[in-house]
């Protein structure tokens, strides 16, 4: 466990480079100019014995919460910026006044790239810590195996994860992208676009990336016109060795690659597929599961020309976000990257934050039926609303990669798209 002193040794050498060290930020000009500023320091916090009816770790003047992510293992590539984006979020809040007058404490556990190591750091964290929520997970393997927990023991994840969807729970706010809203609106643009025909799929061997295969084969074979699978591949976790799918590859020659390759395998995997000679400005690449805290590691030379459908890039152009990367690089270093899911778990605190106060308390139940109708106007992705069913509406957008490591936005849905965890005929 760390508390707010963070150690940065601990996180992946991956990604060492981005963790500048925890300078404060001088937060309240930035929030000022952000319209985030919502809570003067000053203001009378409401009694604890009102706030706080079920034993949660809230006292008169402090509030605890949990960060429960992959500092350690495969996992660390991807989830090292959620821990950052969520430390962000906090100190942003607490400059501001904090929630209910109370300042922030966080505690944070290591899931270590291990589902039960998940588990049992959150069970750790509600019944010992009795957080008063926790922003967490990466993989849906890992949600799958904290979601009990959280259920039994009543607490409340914010998951930042684009994921396959067929879940709902009135213990977890998703906060990344569910599949009608990724997989079905970036198969329909592929195919517009780039008139692809043939997929060949690929994926790392676990819940996510198997079920959104099963949702997008459907797609393709059902809903895409004259569409076909000619190939499909899992390959476990931290795996390396690509070359035998590679040459699959180049022999079906495929109109799409369509990747779900995750963690650390991404490093490799577009290594060996510049080495064998694919060109992606050529062959088209459209992937899932990169963001630019991939390409941090995987280098922007090796994935320059693929695609990637998110509902966040950094290179977003608009007031929201430009603050946001700024207040992100001031306090975690100038040569820090931001992917989609970095962005999601930023939205974590404050959709809580501003949960918890039109609650106006920090119990649980309460905050699950307060929880639809939340609206972020100041999100960097642009605006984002809790649906009934503790998704969130979200634009759909797909990025070009760039040899710098950045994405050029090449499409965007003009509307939010209403979150659909349960699509028709995909279950």
């Not at 790239?113 to 393997?141: H, M, N, R, Y």
Request: charged residues 20%.
């Amino acid at each position: 466990m760390s508390s707010n002193n963070d150690n940065s040794s601990r996180f992946s050498a991956t990604r060492r480079k981005l963790l500048m060290g925890m300078a404060a930020l001088p937060a309240v000009p930035l929030l000022a100019q952000t319209g985030l500023l919502t809570t003067p320091a000053h203001a009378q916090a409401p009694a604890t014995a009102d706030v706080n009816t079920t034993g949660l770790a809230v006292t008169d003047d402090e509030v605890t919460v949990g960060i429960l992510h992959s500092v350690t293992g495969t996992m660390a590539i991807s989830e090292t910026g959620s821990v950052q984006a969520e430390k962000l979020a906090i100190d942003q809040i607490n400059a501001a006044g904090g929630v209910l007058g109370r300042k922030i404490k966080y505690i944070q556990e290591d899931g270590a790239s291990d589902w039960p190591t998940f588990a049992e750091k959150a069970k750790k964290l509600l019944v010992q810590d009795k957080v008063a929520a926790i922003f967490g997970c990466w993989t849906s393997a890992s949600r799958k195996a904290v979601l009990p927990v959280v259920e039994q023991y009543n607490g409340m994840l914010y998951y930042p994860t684009f994921y396959e969807g067929l879940e709902q729970s009135k213990n977890v706010i998703y906060t990344g992208q569910e599949a009608t809203q990724q997989i079905l609106a970036g198969l329909d643009w592929v195919q517009e676009t780039k008139g692809g025909k043939t997929f060949y799929l690929i994926g790392s061997d676990y819940i996510w990336p198997r079920t959104s295969m099963k949702i997008a084969r459907k797609h393709i074979e059902g809903h895409l016109k004259d569409s076909k699978v000619v190939g499909e591949e899992y390959f476990p976790l931290g795996h390396t060795q690509f070359n035998s799918v590679i040459n699959k590859i180049k022999l079906k020659k495929p109109d799409v690659i369509y990747a779900a390759v995750v963690g650390g395998s991404n490093v490799a995997f577009y290594k060996q597929l510049k080495a064998a000679g694919i060109d992606l400005s050529k062959q088209t690449l459209l992937t899932i599961s990169v963001t630019e805290d991939e390409i941090d590691g995987i280098g922007g030379e090796n994935i320059a020309g693929a695609y990637s459908c998110m509902k966040y890039f950094q290179s977003l152009d608009n007031p929201n976000n430009k603050e946001f990367v700024a207040a992100f690089k001031k306090m975690w270093g100038e040569k820090t990257v931001i992917g989609d899911v970095t962005q999601a778990a930023y939205l974590g605190p404050w959709l809580w934050k501003m949960t918890v106060e039109k609650a106006g308390s920090f119990d649980i139940d309460k905050i699950a039926e307060a929880s639809p109708g939340i609206e972020f106007t100041k999100a960097p992705e642009g605006y984002v609303k809790i649906h009934k069913n503790h998704h969130l509406w979200s634009k759909t957008r797909v990025g070009q990669a760039q040899v710098d490591g950045q994405f050029k936005v090449v499409f965007e849905t003009p509307d939010l798209i209403e979150p659909n965890p349960f699509p028709e005929g995909y279950q």
